[in-house]
T-cell receptor, first 116, second 111 residues
Framework: DTGVSQDPRHKITKRGQNVTFRCDPI?????LYWYRQTLGQGPEFLTY????????KSRLLSDRFSAERPKGSFSTLEIQRTEQGDSAMYLC??????????????FGNGTRLTVT | QKEVEQDPGPLSVPEGAIVSLNCTYS??????FMWYRQYSRKGPELLMY????GNKEDGRFTAQVDKSSKYISLFIRDSQPSDSATYLC???????????FGTGTRLTVIP
């Protein structure tokens, strides 16, 4: 399977702990996106990278959140001092430059975070 | 007011029925419109993509965009039990950078 891969699939952590998620995009895609989805809601945009450059960040991305894509390939999303409100599905997606009909966003299956 | 409104359902239909799913939006700058299907515990999967107003058909699926009414629709013909999923509308101003999603409509197709 050469789709978007996310790890881990599930993470349970205690409030105040730090967590880190990893995303491996489709290999030829240079854009990578992070979205957050809470129960019963649609995904919400967090941030995106073109190659290694982080080009846009949502206001949802508080200073406890940091995302990196150091070599323009895989990306990590770290949440520091987790809060119960951080419990959600964190989705990663990738695409090629210039959104065209043949370059849609391909989503991974997400990392489900539960903060207790 | 949310930028994209979508009835969460749930919606139950018998197999073979025509399904109509809809979203409304408030931002007239949206130009790209998409429908995603999401199965339980999976990521969203792109079904349909439309630029600006008009219709697009792909097999049993038809997407319609009416920018004058700020209203988009997805029709599913001859619905199958395998179509049971949550359907999310999404839209953006300038392509894929920042998609605005609806809440999703949960559909069940009963055999």
């Amino acid at each position: 399977d050469t789709g978007v891969s996310q790890d881990p699939r599930h993470k349970i952590t205690k409030r105040g702990q730090n967590v880190t998620f990893r995303c491996d995009p489709i290999s030829e895609h240079n854009r990578l996106y992070w979205y957050r989805q809470t129960l019963g809601q649609g995904p919400e945009f967090l941030t995106y990278f073109q190659n290694e450059a982080q080009l846009e960040k949502s206001r949802l991305l508080s200073d406890r959140f940091s995302a990196e894509r150091p070599k323009g390939s895989f990306s990590t999303l770290e949440i520091q001092r987790t809060e119960q409100g951080d419990s959600a599905m964190y989705l990663c997606a990738s695409s090629s430059t210039g959104f065209r009909e043949n370059s849609p966003l391909h989503f991974g299956n997400g990392t489900r975070l539960t903060v207790t | 007011q949310k930028e994209v409104e979508q009835d969460p359902g749930p919606l139950s239909v018998p197999e073979g029925a025509i399904v109509s799913l809809n979203c409304t939006y408030s931002n007239s700058a949206f130009q790209y419109f998409m429908w995603y299907r999401q199965y339980s515990r999976k990521g969203p999967e792109l079904l349909m993509y439309t630029y600006s107003s008009g219709n697009k058909e792909d097999g049993r699926f038809t997407a319609q965009v009416d920018k004058s009414s700020k209203y988009i629709s997805l029709f599913i013909r001859d619905s199958q039990p395998s179509d049971s999923a949550t359907y999310l509308c999404a839209m953006s101003r300038n392509g894929a950078n920042n998609l605005f999603f609806g809440t999703g409509t949960r559909l069940t197709v009963i055999p």
